[in-house]
C-alpha cells in the first residue's frame, strides 16, 4: 500500500509528467496551472498539517502514474481552486481555457455533494455522480484520484468519520472504478477502505498473511523460477512476476465462508509477453507441464470484459502440491487492466495501429456512459434511474452471444426480453419469439452465461406485451416498453380529445370555421395555459379537461350572478408561496423544498419528505396515499415553529342545492383570514360538489374556518381533498 508524500515538490512533479509529456509550451501551462494554485491555496493548512497544496501536488501525481494529458494534470492541481478559495470558474476559464474550467467545474460539483451511503442519499448521489461524471470521463477519473489521496491521510479524521468515508468508498466510488477498469486505483481504494472500516478485520489478514509469508514467497520464487525456465527452452521471450493478492479481495472470500487456508489464488503469478499469439503459446506450454484445474480457465483475451480488462486465467497444480493462479497478458493488456479508460493516455504516442486500437477501446467505454445519459432520459423518477445504474451497469454481468458471435453484456436475471431490447428498440418492439442455444424458451427464461440468442422478430408485429415488462429484468428494457405504449396511448388521447371537442361543438351548434379559427384557437390555448393544440387534445383524451369546459370558453356571455362569482375568485391572481425556512429538513441546510400539489398541506398537518427527481424534497402529508407505501427516499421534515405566511389547501363541499351558495361562502371568509383562491364546480348526479382553494395559516383556522360552512344549510359535508 502507497503511503502519502507530505514533502512532494512541484519539480517532483513537472520531472515525473515530462517523462511523457515531451512539448514544452503543455509543460509551461503545468507550471502556470501549479504557480495559479499556490497562490491561491496560500496560507491554507490541511488538517494534517501541511500547506494544503500538497493535497492537489499529491493528486496529479497520482495521474501522472497512468500518464494522464496536460488538462487533466491542470485540472488536478486546480480542482480545489473553486471551491476552497476565492476564485471563480470565468477566472479559471480565462487563464487555462474552457476544457480546463469545464473538469474543475465538474470535480466541484462532485466536491459539493455530501455523500452518506443511506438508500435515500444514494439514490440522488448516484445519479449526480453517474450522470453528472458521463460528460467527461476524466472529471471522474481525477475525483477517484482525489479520494485515493484523501484516503492515504484518513488517520487524521475521527473514527466514526473514518468509517463513514470508507464505506461511502466502497459503496459508490471503488463500483465505478471497477467499471472504468482502474484495477490499479480501485485496489488501494478498497484496501484503504477496509483498514479504516473493519480494522479488526483487515489486521487479522495482514497478521495471517505476514505468518505464511516466508513460506509463500519461498514458493512463489521456485515456481516463478520453474516457469520461467519452461518458456526459455521453448523459446518463448517474457517476463514473470509473483502477484500479491490484495487484502479486500482476500476478505471478500473470507466473507462468503472460505477458509484461509482454502484461498489458493493466494499464490499468483502474472506472465507478460508481447504478442496476443504468444500468450496462447505460453498458455499451451505451462499446461503441458501443470495440469490445469477444470473449470478455472477464463479466456479474457477473446472475450473482453466490457472495462477492456484482457487475460488469460487458469489454476494449475504447481509445486509441492500447491495451486498457483497464473494470469498471461501482454504488456499493453497489462497496462489496461491495471488503468482502464485511462490506459489510453499511455499509448497516444506510440504509432497510428496502437492509438487507434487504443482510441477504439476508449470509445466502447464511453459508451456506457451515454447509455447511462440514455438511461436518465427514459426513466420518469430518480428511483428508477438509480436502480437502472445500479441493476444493469454496477451488479454482476453475463456475457452471451448473437448468432453472429457478437458479445452482448447483460446483468445476471437478464430474460431475452432483456437482450432484444439491448441488441435495438426495433428488435425488442416486434420479437414474436426467442431460441437460446438451439432451443425455443419462454420470454422469461433466465440467461446464463455463454448463451447464444436468436431473437424472432415479425414487422407486422403489434408491438411488445404489457407482461413484458413484469418478466424484463432490466430497467433499460421495463422503459422501452413503457415508452412505446406511452407513444400509443398518446396517440389515442389525440384522437379521442379532438372527437370529443368536435362532437360538444357540433351539440351546441357553433360554427366549425369561428370555433376552430386560429384566433379563437389561440384564446383557448392562452387560457388554459397549453403550448399547442395537440397538448389540448391530449388533456381532452386522457380526461384532465373536459369539451364542456372548453365550449363554455368561447360562449360564456349569459352567465348567472353565481357564475360571475365563480369566475371572478377562479381568474384572481393566486399567490406564489415561497416555502424556504418554514420547513426544516432533517440534517440539510441548503435544498429546494416544495409543498405537495396532491395533498397540499398546511402548518399543523403531520408532514413527511420525499426526494424528488431534480427538484428537492416534495412535503407530503403523513397520509397521503401517494408516498404511503414509499420507504426509500424519505426523509424527515417539520413545520418551523416560526412560520408566518399563508399556505394553500384544497377543500371538497358537498351541497343539496346551489341556490346563492357562493355567495354564502364567500361571507364566511370575511374576519376569518382565509382567502379563497378559487372555486370549481364538479358534476355528480343528485348533488352539487364544489372545490375550493383557500389560504391558510394552520390547521386550527382551516378547522374553524370548515365548522362555519357547515352551519349554511345546504351544506352536507366537507373535507380535506388529495388529488
Known sequence: ????????????????????????????????????????????????????????????????????????????????????????????????????????????????????????????????????????????????????????????????????????????????????????????????????????????????????????????????????????????????????????????????????????????????VDTEQECYQALGIIHSQYRPIPKRFKDYIAMPKTNMYQSLHTTVFGLEGYLFEIQIRTYEMDEVAEHGIASHWSYKEKGSNVKASMQNAMEQKLQFFREIMELKEEESNDEEFVRSVQEDVLKNTIYVFTPKGDVIELPQGATPIDFAYRVHSGVGDTMVGALVNGNIVPLDYVLNDGDIIKINTNKNSSGPSREWIDMAFTSQAKNKIKSFYNRIDKEEYLKNGTEALQKEVRKRKIPFAEFFSNENMEKILEEFHMSDTNELYIALGNGKLTALTVVNSYSNDNRTKQELILDKVTKAEQKKIQVKNDIVVEGIDEIKVNVAACCKPIPGDDIVGYISKGNGINVHRVICPNIIDLEERIIDVSWNSEVTKKYSTDILVHASENKDLLLAIISKTSGSDITIQSINTLESSGSYLYTINVLVDNTEKLKKFMDDLLMIPSITQIERVIH
Open 1 to 272: 500500500m502507497r503511503k502519502d508524500n507530505p514533502k512532494l515538490t512541484f519539480d517532483e512533479l513537472l520531472e515525473k509528467v515530462s517523462t511523457y509529456i515531451t512539448k514544452e509550451e503543455e509543460r509551461k501551462l503545468i507550471s502556470k496551472a501549479y504557480l495559479f494554485a499556490y497562490e491561491k491555496h496560500f496560507g491554507q493548512t490541511r488538517l494534517t498539517g501541511e500547506a494544503y497544496i500538497v493535497h492537489p501536488l499529491n493528486v496529479a501525481y497520482i495521474l501522472s502514474d497512468i500518464h494522464a494529458d496536460t488538462a487533466t494534470i491542470c485540472a488536478a492541481i486546480l480542482h480545489d481552486t473553486i471551491e476552497d478559495c476565492d476564485c471563480s470558474y470565468e477566472e479559471v476559464e480565462s487563464k487555462f481555457g474552457k476544457e480546463i474550467a469545464s473538469l474543475v467545474s465538474g470535480v466541484t460539483k462532485i466536491n459539493k455533494l455530501k455523500f452518506t451511503c443511506d438508500n435515500e442519499a444514494m439514490i440522488a448521489n448516484h445519479r449526480k455522480i453517474l450522470v453528472g461524471l458521463s460528460e467527461d470521463v476524466r472529471i471522474l477519473i481525477i475525483k477517484l484520484a482525489d479520494r485515493l489521496h484523501n484516503m492515504r491521510t484518513l488517520w487524521i479524521l475521527s473514527e466514526k468519520k473514518q468509517k463513514d468515508k470508507a464505506k461511502e468508498t466502497l459503496d459508490i466510488l471503488t463500483p465505478i472504478a471497477h467499471r472504468l477498469g482502474m484495477n490499479q486505483i480501485k485496489s488501494e481504494l478498497e484496501d484503504l477502505s477496509l483498514r479504516y472500516y473493519k480494522p479488526d478485520i483487515y489486521f487479522s489478514i495482514v497478521e495471517k498473511l505476514n505468518q505464511t509469508r516466508k513460506e509463500r514467497d519461498r514458493i512463489v520464487n521456485e515456481m516463478m523460477e520453474k516457469v520461467s525456465d519452461l518458456l526459455n527452452k521453448n523459446g518463448l521471450k517474457h517476463q514473470i512476476k509473483g502477484r500479491a493478492k490484495s487484502i479486500y479481495s482476500i476478505y471478500k472470500k473470507l466473507d462468503k465462508g472460505k477458509r484461509f487456508s482454502d484461498i489458493y489464488d493466494l499464490l499468483a503469478l502474472r506472465v507478460f
